[in-house]
C-alpha cells in the first residue's frame, strides 16, 4: 500500500487548506489513519486520528476545534480539513496508516509528506 498526500500550500493566516491522502494498492484492510506534523527543529507529532470506521476521532489539543479528520473508505482516502490557520501549524504533514496484509501482517505505513506553510 503506498499513500499519497495532496493538498498543501502556502495560506495567510486564518485561512483554511484541505489535504488529502489516498491509498493504493491491495491489502487486507486499511485500520486506523492519521496525520502527523513535523516542523523544523522540532519532532514529528500526532495531529490528529480516526479510527477505521470513522466513528471516533483524536485530536492535539492545539488544533481542536480547527481541524477536522474524516475518511472516506470507499475511496481509501483521509482528509484533514484546517481552518483558522496559524503560523505555528506551518510543516510538513504527513499522513499514516495503519495496514493489515493478506498474512494478518499490521505494518504502519507513511506518505511522503505534504509542505504547509502559514503566512504571518
Known amino acids: 500500500v503506498q499513500l499519497v498526500e495532496s493538498g498543501g500550500g502556502l495560506v495567510q493566516a486564518g485561512g483554511s487548506l484541505r489535504l488529502s491522502c489516498a491509498a493504493s494498492g491491495f491489502t487486507f484492510r486499511i485500520d486506523a489513519m492519521g496525520w502527523y506534523r513535523q516542523a523544523p527543529g522540532k519532532e514529528r507529532e500526532l495531529v490528529a486520528d480516526?479510527?477505521?470506521?470513522?466513528?471516533?476521532?483524536n485530536y492535539a489539543d492545539d488544533v481542536k476545534g480547527r481541524f477536522t479528520i474524516s475518511r472516506d473508505n470507499a475511496k481509501s482516502t483521509v482528509y484533514l480539513q484546517m481552518n483558522s490557520l496559524k503560523p505555528e501549524d506551518t510543516a510538513v504533514y504527513y499522513c499514516q496508516a495503519v495496514v493489515t496484509t493478506f498474512s494478518r501482517q499490521v505494518n504502519d505505513v507513511w506518505g511522503q509528506g505534504t509542505q504547509v506553510t502559514v503566512s504571518s
Open positions: 480516526i479510527t477505521t470506521g470513522g466513528g471516533s476521532a
